[in-house]
């Protein structure tokens, strides 16, 4: 291809990458409520890969739900997502690349998204609708990060990155701890069923972001046992080694998670609300380990097509088209526009959007489409995808029509194009990726004044002198070892408004260390508490993992009403320190849960 070629191609990139920012503006037209728009239900695996399913080749497991909605609806071959789980839920929720929205890391505060971002949960309550998220939020856990914060109506799950249980465990809903009901996926699914029987009559967006299958890998026995002894048919084409008990366990998982989206189209069947509903289904990155993805290279992590490659299948009965598949790229930043395109919403946020409705290809048999690219991008790693290349994140590039697995680099023969995506890719990066360390600098907010409960977890916490946490993986971790009263916790937060709290402490403490005597403080503002009952459960998860975990186990932690608490609006550093340890250690920590009564 000659260079006037390459130059066009790349300027109508440039046009197509202003147009997708400048199509949908703010503030156009207001929402009027409609008797007939199409219910959403947004479904969201974790850590699934592209290959993961049927419909997508893999002979190694069954999916028929899953592959009914594509056979019913639209498949894309070519939709992309981040890396790695945080970004990825971000940019779904807003319509906009993830670097934008303060989101930096999947724990410890760095996967907040930003408050001045725009979610579709809000878009599609401001248009009349009943919104709910059932599963891992990861976005963000005290208000106004949290998802009740967001735009849902109703939420029950976990807010943090990953769990440590996955059988009847410690859950929330709407802020309040409670306990989950039997294995998690199918809890969150029952949730999402009464969602729709309660909301058949009305427009509703059910978002249910799973958390399989993401480790620790635990899967009910019916599902396991499918696999514990399967010979593996297709298995994974790289030098790596693949750890086969390991990909018997999600794709158990998996199969656990497609008889789940089974129940889901029952009930609607049930319901006939088939035809006035619009399903989804995607991963929110590749796969998390090395198991057959039809030859992609790189997993979850990876900026390569393996590590960013989803699934993505919609079905809207009689609306869509049946059985088509897509060849079009596409991105998680477009699920916002092309939903409240389809359902006749008009997006109004505050924020230009990234993403495109895919409508157009959705429903025409010839659409117009000019050609875009997307981008892909974690930590110092950035690659970008048009519908034919791949430049990876070492500026190689890749035909990915003729080398889907990326072995045959060829920047030095289309040097061209190559340094025109390589200015494409420095040009937005210099764009979205903040100018400051300000989103490196939020506190973690405490007592928001149009909320109940503010959870404050030991993932949250710095421990300092002998205090440990229970594992380097933080998100569902506990602390431990405290043996000294010049050892403390603390969290740096930010109390939103004046007001009186409960305060409640999570714990756990074995006999001998009963008349341990700690302090709760905040500025000019304690508590004190002691140690007066015992609860010494053991550490729960191996038995029921199918293969080795690199998370915390976990443990039934019990709540101590450490009484009431009055807080002052400002920042300050929370600490938990000990007064008296009469034996070895004061307690385990899981977290401080503040209730405002005021």
Known sequence: MRYFQFKYMVLAILVTFVSCKDKVKPDLISNSHRTNKPNIVLILADDQGWGDLGITGNTNLQTPNIDAIAKNGVMFDHFYVSPVCSPTRAELLTGRYFPRLGVYSTSAGGERLNLDETTIAQVFKEAGYTTAAYGKWHNGMQPPYHPNARGFDDYYGFCSGHWGNYFSPMLEHNGEIVKGEGFIIDDLTNKGIDFIDKNKDKPFFLYLPYNTPHSPMQVPDEFWGRFKDKELAMKYHGEEEENENFTRAALAMVENIDYNVGRVFNKLKDLKLE??????????????????????????????????????????????????????????????????????????????????????????????????????????????????????NEDRLYDMLLDSEQTVDLSKKLPQLTDSLISLKRDWLQEVLPKSKDTEDRPFTLGHPDYVYTQIPARDGVAHGNIERSNRHPNCTFFTNWKSTEDRISWDVEVLAHGEFEVVLYYTAKERDLGSEFELRIGESTLKGTISKAHDPPLVGESRDRDPRIESYTKDFIPMDLGKMKLKKGRGNLTLKALKIPGEEVMDVRLLMFKRID
Request: aromatic share 6%; hydrophobic share 35%; glycine share 10%.
């Open 275 to 392: 035809e006035n509903t619009i399903v989804v289904y995607l991963s929110d990155n590749g796969p998390n380990g090395w198991r057959w993805n039809g030859g992609l290279r790189g997993k979850k992590g990876s900026t390569d097509e393996g590590g960013v490659r989803s699934p993505l299948v919609m079905q809207w009965k009689n609306n869509l088209p049946q059985g088509k598949r897509i060849t079009q790229i596409a991105s998680s930043i477009d699920l916002l526009p092309t939903l409240s395109e389809l359902a006749q919403i008009q997006v109004k946020t505050l924020k230009p959007l990234d993403g495109k409705s895919l409508k157009a290809l959705l429903m025409e048999d010839n659409p117009e489409w000019i050609p875009r690219v997307v981008y892909n991008h974690w930590n110092s790693g950035t690659s970008i995808r048009m519908d034919k290349y791949r430049l990876d």
